[in-house]
Structure formats: structure tokens, C-alpha cells
């Protein structure tokens, strides 16, 4: 059974930091692909950064030079660091797994058949 467990969330002033961690347990798929997403008040869901298992990756134009997606496999954890933080990054910060896909293939939300509970970041200025 696959479970993903985000933390690390909190309170920032603009321009600070954060760094969130997904704690991945039950996947058995050697090919995949880890992102994460987030809503802010208002809108839809979207995707902000993606890995795979063979080294690809995906930024939104959004978060681009700001936020770095890697993984730990020794430690089956997903992280994001967030650097210089504004207000309009303020969200529910979810991770999520789609067992099977890359990068390259750009599966849609859908796609993803695993997702962590969410976690806020809140952003003042």
C-alpha cells in the first residue's frame, strides 16, 4: 500500500525559506515519477515541480531558479526547497506519485494515483 506523508510547511516572511519533505512508503515501481502540487485560495490545483526516476525534470515558470525538487532514495523522501518566498507562493502544498510515468510523457493530474494530505505554506509580506 502506497502512503505519502508531506511536512516541513509553516509561516515565512517574504523572502525566506522552507524546505517541504514527502516521506514515500509502498512503491514498488522502478519507473515514476514524484511531483509536487499546490492550490492556492482561489484556484486550481497545479503542478510546480516534477522528477522521475531516470533524472528528469519539470518546472513551472512560476517557481523556476527559486524552487529545487530532488530525492533521497536511501531515505524514500521527496523534497522541495523553496527559496525566496513571496506572498503568491502561499498554498496547500501536496506531493504526489504517478507509478509508471517521465517527465517526457506530461501525464496529467489525473495520472497521479497517489497523493500526501497537504500541507500550508503561508507567505507575509
Known amino acids: 500500500q502506497v502512503h505519502l506523508v508531506e511536512s516541513g510547511g509553516g509561516s515565512v516572511q517574504s523572502g525566506g525559506s522552507l524546505n517541504l519533505s514527502c516521506v514515500v512508503s509502498g512503491n514498488a515501481y522502478k519507473q515514476y515519477l514524484l511531483a509536487w502540487f499546490r492550490r492556492a485560495p482561489g484556484k486550481e490545483r497545479e503542478q510546480i515541480a516534477a522528477l522521475d526516476s531516470y533524472g528528469g525534470l519539470k518546472y513551472a515558470d512560476s517557481v523556476k531558479s527559486r524552487f529545487t525538487i530532488f530525492e533521497d532514495n536511501a531515505k524514500n523522501t521527496l523534497y522541495l526547497q523553496m527559496n525566496s518566498l513571496k506572498p503568491e507562493d502561499t498554498a496547500m502544498y501536496y506531493c504526489?506519485?504517478?507509478?509508471?510515468?517521465?517527465?517526457?510523457?506530461?501525464?496529467?493530474?489525473?495520472?497521479?494515483?497517489?497523493w500526501g494530505q497537504g500541507i500550508q505554506v503561508t507567505v507575509s509580506s
Open positions: 504526489a506519485l504517478a507509478q509508471g510515468w517521465l517527465v517526457r510523457e506530461m501525464p496529467t493530474q489525473r495520472h497521479f494515483a497517489y
